[in-house]
């Protein structure tokens, strides 16, 4: 079983800064891709982006190029998404997950993790 616990969420003002973590258990972790997506109050869960096994290729939504990184370190067992430039519009929560394709499909999810709110305020 493989379980993931984000953190990092929070209120920040728009033009802020924000980086959320994700640890991931299991010693099977350089073996999986990585994914965020978030969702926001009344719409669907949507991608943000996804780093392949070995981190050597990155993949993002339009919304977020060019503000949102996303990186991994092994040895740590851990998934980073930093977010610059926030706007009001990247209010979500977070969801770090694990897939069974380097995809940006939800349905490429094998497990998720339970989530982490940001808040950004106008």
């Known amino acids: 079983q493989v379980q993931l616990v984000e953190s990092g969420g929070g209120l920040v003002q728009a033009g802020g800064s924000l980086r959320l973590s994700c640890a991931v258990s299991?010693?099977?972790?350089?073996?999986?891709?990585m994914g965020w997506f978030r969702q926001a109050p009344g719409k669907e869960r949507q991608f943000v982006a996804a780093i392949n096994w070995n981190g050597a290729n990155t993949n993002y939504a339009d919304s977020v190029k060019g503000r949102l990184t996303i990186s991994r370190d092994i040895a740590k067992n851990t998934v980073y998404l930093q977010m610059n430039s926030l706007k009001p519009e990247d209010t979500a929560v977070y969801y770090c997950?694990?897939?069974?394709?380097?995809?940006?499909?939800?349905?490429?999810?094998?497990?998720w993790g339970q989530g982490t709110q940001v808040t950004v305020s106008s």
């Open positions: 997950a694990t897939l069974n394709s380097y995809s940006d499909s939800p349905a490429s999810v094998l497990y």
């Open positions: 299991g010693r099977t972790f350089s073996r999986y891709n």
